[in-house]
């Protein structure tokens, strides 16, 4: 079964750049569309953006367009979620997730990774 993993969280100041990776060890992870969202305490989980299996079209929630651009490499076996021009809003837990047909809404999503933590700070 496809296994996302996250990486690349940390700390970073307002204004500042992080890129987030997802990857996967079963090749079969380029077949499927992926999805970055976030999530704060007492809060309800965020769907922030998305690309297709074969990179295209993208998605951007009104939150992070013109500041993130998610992207994947040619092999189709990892997905970044570039973020700049970050604000402390943006502070979060980042999960990718996989979905095999539709990516609509969060409950399209049924492969997700663990969580890498994002802090920024002012």
């Known amino acids: 079964q496809v296994q996302p993993v996250e990486s690349g969280g940390g700390l970073v100041q307002v204004g500042g750049s992080l890129r987030l990776s997802c990857t996967a060890s079963?090749?079969?992870?380029?077949?499927?569309?992926v999805g970055w969202f976030r999530q704060t305490p007492g809060q309800k989980r965020e769907y922030i953006a998305a690309?297709?299996?074969?990179?295209?079209?993208?998605f951007y929630s009104n939150s992070v367009k013109d500041r993130f651009t998610v992207s994947r490499t040619g092999d189709g076996n990892t997905v970044y979620l570039q973020m700049n021009s970050l604000k402390p809003e943006d502070t979060a837990i980042y999960y990718c997730?996989?979905?095999?047909?539709?990516?609509?809404?969060?409950?399209?999503?049924?492969?997700w990774g663990q969580g890498t933590q994002v802090t920024v700070s002012s």
């Open positions: 997730a996989a979905a095999i047909n539709f990516y609509d809404t969060e409950d399209d999503f049924n492969l």
């Open positions: 690309i297709t299996w074969t990179g295209s079209p993208t």
């Open positions: 079963d090749p079969t992870f380029s077949s499927f569309h």
